[in-house]
């Protein structure tokens, strides 16, 4: 299974989302955003995807990405989307400190997960709009 679908599978943990959306599933798309409010997607972000180089031929590598989410737009739902998007990044803070990350096998081992941006209005489309945070997960890679 690929990082990109290992991240999914971890951010579809996320306490806040169902709580956010009011849902008992939460969906999370993976580089696909529908047009209806509430739903979530990864997208992945253009980055140099190795960080580091070890002389023995291990590296230490980034997946970067963003949560992106399609919203009701006003006042009071930019309130809320504000906050979900805070409580998420230091949810992110959380499991990287607790060593809650996504689980990798074989090679690879996790190292961090964070949230590089807030929350933003990405785009606004009359009544709804998108909000992304950019995230950044890094792990090692045994030769």
């Known amino acids: 299974m690929s990082i990109a679908c290992k991240v999914k599978e971890f951010i579809e943990q996320c306490p806040f989302l ?7 599933f939460p969906v999370v798309n993976m580089n696909l955003l529908e047009a209806d409010p509430t739903m979530y997607s990864i997208e992945s972000t253009p980055a140099e995807p190795i960080l580091k180089r070890f002389a023995n031929g291990d590296t230490l590598r980034q997946y970067v990405f963003s949560l ?18 805070e409580k998420f990044s230091d949810w992110l803070e959380e499991c ?17 997960i964070r949230a590089t941006t807030d929350g933003y209005l990405y785009d606004n489309q009359g ?17």
């Open 68 to 85: 992106c989410s399609r919203e009701l737009y006003g006042p009071i739902e930019n309130l809320n989307t504000a906050e979900f998007y």
């Open 127 to 143: 009544t709804s709009c998108q909000y992304r945070i950019q995230c950044q997960f890094t792990y090692y890679k045994r030769r």
């Open 18 to 24: 169902e709580e956010f959306e009011q849902a008992t």
């Open 96 to 112: 990287t400190k607790e060593r809650k990350l996504p689980n990798l096998s074989g090679q690879l081992q996790s190292k961090s």
